[in-house]
């Protein structure tokens, strides 16, 4: 019941990103627009996946997710 409550508090909160992100209150250009909506489909570096897991390690989340996931 745990797990199915923060999978669907991952998920509520990773729209809401996606909603805010979309709303921009300059207009783009279309080449812009482009650039931008490729960058985000090519994915990330294997260096910013590694900078993301220390970052994360060091701010603890590493260790709450565990322990959440733990059950106790």
């Given amino acids: 019941m ?5 999978a669907f508090a991952l998920v509520a909160g990773a729209l809401t990103g996606v909603a805010h992100a979309a709303v921009t209150s300059n207009p783009m250009s279309v080449q812009t627009e482009q650039a931008v909506a490729k960058h985000a489909y090519e994915g990330k570096t294997r260096a910013e996946v590694k900078r993301e ?3 994360a390690q060091r701010d603890g989340q590493i260790a ?3 322990s959440l996931y733990q059950g106790s």
């Avoid at 745990?2 to 923060?6: C, D, F, P, R, Y």
């Fill in 53 to 55: 897991l220390v970052q």
């Fill in 2 to 6: 745990k797990s199915t409550i923060v």
């Fill in 64 to 66: 709450a997710l565990r």
